[in-house]
């Protein structure tokens, strides 16, 4: 049985490019970064340190050559904030593409892209 909801993992041409996206207009802390010969093939991101939850980012190239029967595309990703407007607005004045804000089946969410052009969603919570 899972006892923990652990990391979800994306795969990207340049790990330390998106990690420094997640951080610096994301909001998500750096946990850990491993390097392999002087490159940076992954690192770890969370919005929470003492949650034990997060993202890894892991060059996609490295892990085609490792593992090459995983499947590379990137996972659909629903995060939540409790105020989707600011969130959005913070993004916009950035320069990240976002999204217009939508409400359907009674949910607020709006959709943003990494500097690779992944599209996440993020939905709003009380």
Same mark, same amino acid.
């Given at each position: 049985?899972? +006892?923990?909801?652990?990391?979800?993992?994306?795969?990207? %041409?340049n790990p330390r490019?998106?990690? +420094?996206?997640?951080?610096? @207009?994301?909001?998500?802390?750096?946990?850990?970064?491993?390097?392999?010969? %002087?490159?940076?093939? /992954?690192?770890?991101?969370?919005? +929470?340190?003492?949650?034990?939850?997060?993202?890894?980012?892991f060059d996609r190239?490295?892990? @085609?050559?490792?593992?090459?029967?995983?499947?590379?595309?990137?996972?659909?990703?629903?995060? /939540?904030?409790?105020?989707? /407007?600011?969130?959005?607005?913070?993004?916009?004045?950035?320069?990240?593409?976002?999204?217009?804000?939508?409400?359907?089946?009674?949910?607020?969410?709006?959709?943003? @892209? +990494?500097? %690779?052009?992944?599209?996440? @969603?993020?939905?709003?919570?009380?």
């Amino acid at each position: 049985m899972i +006892d923990q909801f652990g990391k979800v993992m994306i795969y990207v %041409e340049n790990p330390r490019a998106c990690a +420094d996206f997640w951080v610096d @207009a994301v909001g998500l802390t750096e946990v850990s970064t491993t390097e392999m010969d %002087e490159k940076i093939i /992954s690192v770890e991101l969370t919005h +929470d340190p003492e949650a034990g939850a997060g993202i890894e980012l892991f060059d996609r190239a490295v892990v @085609a050559q490792m593992s090459p029967e995983i499947t590379l595309g990137t996972p659909s990703i629903l995060f /939540s904030s409790r105020d989707v /407007s600011a969130m959005r607005e913070a993004l916009l004045e950035k320069g990240i593409t976002v999204g217009e804000i939508v409400n359907a089946g009674g949910m607020t969410t709006f959709n943003f @892209a +990494d500097p %690779e052009g992944n599209y996440f @969603a993020v939905r709003e919570i009380a």
